[in-house]
């Protein structure tokens, strides 16, 4: 079935720091696929999203682009800050019925030091 | 602008107890779902609903009964609840279940069963 592979956590980095967070997928169609963060304390929110190949989201500095040949969505950001602490899900999403639900990756954890 | 409120935030459950996760939304969407977090594990799907009157089991729903009788409303039940069922709850919603919508989801509920 289809399934989303994120890199471990957690991920420590120094303000500033370039970042990325690796994400594979596996479908058997063409899939949504996306990125939420979920922030201390909160429930989880829409960062980014990329609805077919090639597509680039991005959203408060971050970017991943849809990449159909290596099955990848890969986030990255140039110059993290102590506020992007949060640990970040990959998602991908097909249609309808049970397949209208998000896949989630296991989640990576983030924290940023000044 | 509620988006989707989750009730209670927290909640202690002796072992066999029964007990009702609320999970409402304001935004007319006819897809709901509830999901588990566990550490390690990323966000797995209980049940979900394509619209009123209409649930259907997703990845783990042992131990779960929902119903859909509004729009609005979507109820998560633990019959019996077990040491196992220790997690954190997340209910969401979306417009449609195509796969371009994302999902907005509530601040959780922390369940711990002793």
């Known amino acids: 079935g289809d399934s989303v592979t994120q890199m471990e956590g957690p991920v420590t980095l120094s303000e500033e720091a370039f970042l990325t967070i690796n994400c594979t997928y596996t479908?058997?169609?063409?899939?949504?696929l996306f990125w939420y963060v979920q922030y201390p304390g909160e429930g989880l929110q829409l960062l980014l999203k990329?609805?077919?190949?090639?597509d680039k989201g991005s959203n408060k500095g971050f970017e991943a682009t849809y990449r159909k040949e290596t099955t990848s969505f890969h986030l990255e950001k140039g110059s993290v800050q102590v506020s992007d602490s949060a640990v970040y899900f990959c998602?991908?999403?097909?249609?309808?019925?049970?397949?209208?639900?998000?896949?989630f990756g296991k989640g990576t954890k983030l924290s940023v030091k000044p | 602008n509620a988006g989707v409120t989750q009730t209670p935030k927290f909640q202690v459950l002796k072992t066999g107890q029964s007990m009702t996760l609320q999970c409402a939304q304001d935004?007319?969407?006819?897809?709901m779902s509830w999901y588990r977090q566990d550490p390690g594990m990323g966000l797995r799907l209980i049940h979900y609903?394509?619209?009123?009157?209409?649930?259907d089991q997703g990845e783990v729903p042992n131990g779960y009964n929902v119903s859909r009788s509004t729009t609005e409303d979507f109820p998560l039940r633990l019959l019996s609840a077990a040491p196992s069922q220790t997690s954190v709850y997340f209910c969401?919603?979306?417009?449609?279940?195509?796969?371009?919508?994302?999902?907005?989801f509530g601040q959780g509920t922390r369940l711990t069963v002793v």
């Open positions: 998602a991908l999403k097909w249609y309808g019925g049970s397949q209208g639900n998000l896949i």
């Open positions: 479908a058997t169609g063409y899939p949504s």
């Open positions: 990329a609805t077919k190949a090639d």
């Open positions: 969401a919603s979306s417009s449609t279940d195509d796969k371009w919508t994302e999902a907005f």
């Open positions: 935004m007319n969407h006819e897809y």
């Open positions: 609903s394509v619209g009123a009157g209409i649930t």
